[in-house]
């Protein structure tokens, strides 16, 4: 019977599909490359397109075998790919051609994949002949949307975004990226890389194992990111790479077995101030990163309000971050003699032995420090060290043996001459000539995660104290029915509001001045903001709105030592909270205040 959602799901994609020009796309081996040849060919004398958001619907219970790469110039539009609703998801198949794999599917313009299972690996185990992708978007102001898809398998990664380099929006909804492991290297099996501003990045409700770096960002600036509901499960690489976010919410999303590796000493010697990386870092936004536009007042220097980190609006709560004890032998130093760790002998920075740093911490001290230091920046209700007691055992002893050996190889030990046998790590059967069904590997499709084979819903009682639910991917149970993602989103914001207009400000002193809490907060009309200079300064105190947007300038010039009071009156505004800045001389403070009507 199904389940409440996936009526619902595939009635708003049927009325949705009604309106738009919609081609069928049927499977089966008499069609193979029909889906390519279809979308290719949808052009005129002069090769432009002819319907550039035209949607290709793949017939439901079939396998699609692709022959060839889709590759199509759609500045204006956006390639749809949807499963046809009602039924088993369509499974799109590569074929290799005498030995050679499908080429990526190269897209300018946009790309929308729905209710698909796309297999990466071809028919003889292979993946994109001569690229690293499997699917590659390129252009100015580009959106990548991927919603309720099964995705298996992958080299370096799914998805490439790298030659968006303005106005790129990825969303990523209700995905199992399944399998992504691929044993040539640590650095490899991403969901995406975009090593490029993204202007917005949601990734919620998805289930990623075996990845290595999973969401390759890596020193570019998001300015807005909601990584939600997510389950990581083992993934031995870092799982978000990047530091720089403007407004991001980090919330309940479940971590198992992540960054196996550990961090190696010359990774560490790469940071500026050689502390190890992390699982839930952040930085702050300058520019030797890639930023925005918009963000840059001038090649050096960062336009308001993003020169000042009191704007940044980061929110980290309701996570969980657990390690199996099966992989103490490794964490622990149990293959050497060396260290009580893993022992690295890599040569970046010259001869080992080197301690590996195992296990990586949930946030390092860089990171503490500014969730310590500035209140718009708030970590609470992590669960560290609690087992989740997952349905499918991610790792057995005799996995985490093989994973050691092979983490053992890539850190150059010389002494380590076994080949690890890591067909347990898969929680499929990694058979690119199988299609996994019902409780099966060599079945014909599935409706839902569910089907599956493995089952990461969980025993333990790990509730999110913002939405309700349980805590990572919501798709191994019957609590997808019931999920709604803008709900959840009005109650992480609400709950970033009440942590951020709770916590102890009543008296923070920075270098030359002191400032109060304003009085009252909340308020509904005026609040009165005192501050103290303990010297002359050059001083500025401004009203930030969320979108950081400037409402008004209270106080500008030069003030001599003193108590001061100013009175900001927000009759006319809208209910919400909003920051103040207090510039006095080098030194900046940005605090918190909430409006009610």
């Known amino acids: 019977m199904k389940s409440i959602f996936t009526l619902i799901l595939s009635m708003a994609l049927a009325c949705l599909l009604q309106a738009q020009d919609v081609i069928m796309i049927p499977g089966g081996q008499a069609n193979a490359g029909l889906l390519e040849t279809t979308i290719n060919n949808d052009v005129d004398e002069n090769g432009n397109r002819l319907n550039p958001n035209r949607v290709y619907m793949l017939a439901k219970d079939q396998i699609h075998f692709q022959l060839s790469a889709i590759n199509i110039d759609n500045p204006d539009g956006t390639l749809k790919i949807v499963g046809e609703p009602g039924g088993k998801k369509p499974v799109i198949v590569p074929i290799a051609t005498n030995d050679v794999g499908v080429g990526v599917n190269l897209i300018n313009g946009s790309l929308e994949l729905r209710n698909i299972h796309y297999q990466a690996k071809n028919d003889i185990g292979g993946f994109t002949e001569g690229n690293e992708s499997q699917w590659e978007i390129v252009g100015l102001n580009r959106k990548l949307h991927v919603e309720d898809c099964l995705m298996e398998f992958t080299n370096f990664q799914l998805f490439m975004a790298n030659g968006v380099t303005d106005g790129l929006v990825i969303e990523m909804r209700n995905n199992y990226f399944r399998d992504l492991f691929w044993d ?25 194992t075996g990845s290595g770096m999973a969401l390759l960002q890596q020193e570019a600036l998001c300015l807005y990111a909601l990584i939600n509901h997510n389950s990581f499960i083992n993934n031995h690489a870092y799982v978000i790479l990047n530091n720089y976010y403007y407004e991001a919410y980090f919330t309940n999303n479940l971590f198992v077995n992540c960054q196996i590796k550990g961090e190696d000493y010359t990774v560490i010697q790469l940071e500026p101030d050689h502390i190890p990386t992390d699982i839930m870092g952040l930085d702050t936004i300058n520019t030797s990163i890639l930023v925005q536009p918009e963000v840059l007042q001038d090649e050096n220097t960062l336009a308001a309000p993003y020169n000042d980190i009191g704007n940044y609006k980061i929110y980290v709560s309701n996570n969980l971050y657990y390690n199996q004890p099966e992989l103490d032998p490794y964490y622990t130093g149990a293959y050497n003699s060396i260290f009580d760790a893993p022992v690295s002998y890599l040569t970046w920075f010259g001869e080992g032995p080197h301690a590996v740093e195992v296990p990586t911490p949930w946030m390092n001290s860089r990171a503490q420090a500014l969730h310590a230091d500035w209140a718009n920046i708030v970590e609470e209700s992590t669960i560290l060290g609690v087992d989740p007691q997952l349905n499918t055992t991610p790792i057995t002893p005799e996995v985490a043996n093989e994973l050691a050996i092979w983490n053992r190889i890539l850190y150059e030990v010389p002494d380590e001459t076994r080949t690890p046998d890591l067909s347990g790590y898969y929680f499929g059967d990694n058979d690119p000539t199988t299609i996994p069904g019902i409780e099966t590997e060599d079945g014909d499709g599935i409706r839902k995660f569910s089907d599956l084979l493995e089952d990461f819903s969980y025993n333990a009682n790990l509730t999110s104290t913002l939405d309700g639910h349980s805590i990572g991917a919501l798709h191994w149970t019957d609590e997808i029915d019931s999920y709604d993602p803008a709900a959840s989103l009005d109650a992480i914001l609400a709950g970033y509001a009440g942590a951020v207009s709770t916590r102890d400000l009543s008296m923070v002193t920075r270098d030359g001045f002191t400032l109060a809490r304003n009085y009252p907060n909340p308020f509904s009309a005026v609040t009165t903001i005192e501050y103290e200079l303990e010297r ?43 920051f103040y800045t207090l510039i006095a001389g080098n030194a900046r403070l940005t605090q918190k205040m909430l409006l009610q009507k």
């Open 536 to 578: 002359p300064a050059m001083v500025k105190l401004e009203v930030y709105n969320l979108m950081g947007e400037k409402v008004a300038t209270l106080a500008e010039g030069s003030q001599p030592p003193g108590a001061y009071t100013v009175d900001f009156n927000g009759q006319g505004l809208a209910p919400g909270m909003y």
């Open 184 to 208: 040539q290297q640590w650095w490899a099996s991403r969901v995406f890389q975009a090593k490029v501003p993204i202007d917005s990045l949601i990734f919620e409700n998805n289930t990623v």
